[in-house]
């Protein structure tokens, strides 16, 4: 059985498990299969709108897909959310990815 098959199962026991979406996601994300990793991003931040690592993965996941401008987004949300969460950390890795993506 594959990753993706296993975490698939596991969400079956866990479907409201923010973790096991975003590791989903980033299954997906290494197979280059884009909507179904937007599609499981977007389901953590349904569940859980302060999961901060997952709008680093969803900006970046949504630059690959050519969608610039809900990338941009993306990292906005994300760093709306770390000044909320007082993260610096990831606050500085959002607006670093925004700034990349906006510099030119």
């Known amino acids: ?50 999961y901060l690592g997952t709008y680093y993965h969803l900006g970046k996941t949504l630059e690959m897909a050519g969608r610039t401008e809900q990338a941009i987004q993306a990292y906005q949300d994300g760093i709306t959310i770390a000044v909320k969460l007082k993260d610096n950390h990831a606050r500085n890795e959002l607006q670093m990815a925004l700034d990349d993506l906006t510099d030119f």
């Open 1 to 50: 059985m594959d990753r993706t098959s296993k975490i698939k199962q596991m969400l079956e026991q866990s479907p409201k498990d923010c973790f096991l979406w975003h590791a989903l996601g980033l299954e997906y994300q290494k197979l280059q299969d884009m909507l179904q990793a937007l599609a499981c991003f977007e389901q953590v931040l349904t569940i859980n709108k302060e």
